[in-house]
Structure formats: structure tokens, C-alpha cells
């Protein structure tokens, strides 16, 4: 891994890191269920309308893909998610320090971003500010009125943010080597 080589960091309603004080889709991974399983018509809204907070409108056809996208990738998606959460318990379970970035976002030198869908349904509010917390001078952009997907339900606002942060990021580190200098 080359730390030395990436310049900025931005995490979008990440599965970076877990607060045990709040439920989120961990939980149900803990217990085997798994969301991105789908089989049925209905398994696939449900995952819909957990995913965004104000779905994307998109033609049928379109979302009849995605389905059968799903439905192709099922025991993928189960065998992934079951795999990375077996023997785990709970939210609790020290095994969980492994599965997580604290460590990383406590020790990451470069420019941190993240960016939380304020409505995330998978994993809360709570969770990016844990991350945020952690990332020592990070920025925290909250999009209000988002739900798990910012970069699916309002693409221009998230992007508009990220570049924003690289832009300023960039500017800084040039700053302080030109000081340097």
C-alpha cells in the first residue's frame, strides 16, 4: 500500500466503521440477513426504499435490470457478506476491530472527507460522525434529505462537495510545500 501517493480521502456513507450504541444493517448481517440478497419483486423495493431516501426515478426497464442483477447475484452477495461476518455475535464482538478502519481514519495523514446521506437507513448518522471523530481534522458535509446512495440521489450536490474538498485539499498541501521551500 502507498499511503505517500494518495493526496485526499473521501468516504461516502462508508461501512468503514461501526457505534456500537446504534443499530444499522450490521445487525441483521450478524443475524444472516443480508439485504443485498434478493429473490422476490418485493425483496428488491424493500432494498430499494432502505437504499435511498427519495428513490431515483428510473425507467422500468432500467429497474427491472437491477432486479435481475440482484437475483443473478444472490448467493454472491450472501456468500460475501455471511463469509466477512462469521462467528461475529454482535455489535459488540471484538472481532469487529478487524473488519473496520478505526485504526486507519486515527492514523491517515492526508485530508479526510466524509460524506453522510442525513435519512442512511443502513448505517445512521451516528456512524459517520464516529468516522469524522476519528479522522483528526476531517470535514463532515451531511446532505440533508439523502439516504445510503448520496452519489446515486443527488450526484451534482455530492460531486459539487468532493470537489470542492479536493480543490481546497490540493490548494493547502501546495500551500504548505511551496512554504517548505
Same mark, same amino acid.
Given at each position: 500500500?502507498r499511503?505517500d ?6 468516504l ?10 446504534f443499530?444499522?444493517?450490521?445487525d ?21 426504499k ?5 428513490p431515483?426515478m428510473l ?13 443473478l ?10 463469509? *466477512?461476518?462469521?462467528? #461475529?455475535?454482535?455489535r459488540? @464482538?471484538? =472481532?469487529?476491530?478487524? /473488519?473496520f478502519m478505526?485504526? +486507519?481514519?486515527r ?12 435519512c442512511d437507513?443502513l448505517?445512521?448518522?451516528s456512524y459517520?460522525e464516529?468516522a ?6 476531517s470535514r463532515f ?8 446512495a ?5 450526484p451534482?450536490? *455530492?460531486?459539487?462537495? #468532493?470537489?470542492?474538498?479536493? @480543490?481546497? =485539499?490540493l490548494?493547502? /498541501?501546495?500551500?504548505?510545500k +511551496?512554504?517548505?521551500?
Open positions: 500500500i499511503p501517493l494518495v493526496k485526499t480521502v473521501t461516502i456513507d462508508t461501512a468503514a466503521v461501526i457505534d456500537p450504541r443499530e444499522s444493517a450490521y441483521d448481517f450478524i443475524k444472516g440477513k443480508v439485504i443485498f440478497q434478493i429473490k422476490t419483486r418485493d425483496d428488491f423495493e424493500t432494498f430499494w432502505t437504499i435511498f431516501h427519495r431515483p425507467p422500468i426497464f432500467l429497474k427491472d435490470y437491477l432486479f435481475e442483477q440482484f437475483k447475484n444472490y448467493d454472491v452477495y450472501g456468500r460475501f457478506i455471511l463469509d *466477512t461476518f462469521h462467528g #461475529i455475535t454482535s459488540n @464482538d471484538p =472481532a469487529l476491530d478487524t /473488519l478505526d485504526r +486507519a481514519l492514523t491517515m495523514k492526508m485530508p479526510v472527507h466524509i460524506v453522510w446521506g442525513e437507513k448505517f445512521p448518522l459517520g464516529k469524522h471523530g476519528l479522522a483528526t481534522g458535509t451531511v446532505l440533508k434529505n439523502v439516504g445510503h448520496p452519489q446515486v440521489e443527488a451534482h450536490l *455530492t460531486a459539487k462537495h #468532493i470537489k470542492k474538498f479536493i @480543490d481546497e =485539499a490548494t493547502q /498541501l501546495n500551500t504548505e +511551496a512554504s517548505q521551500r
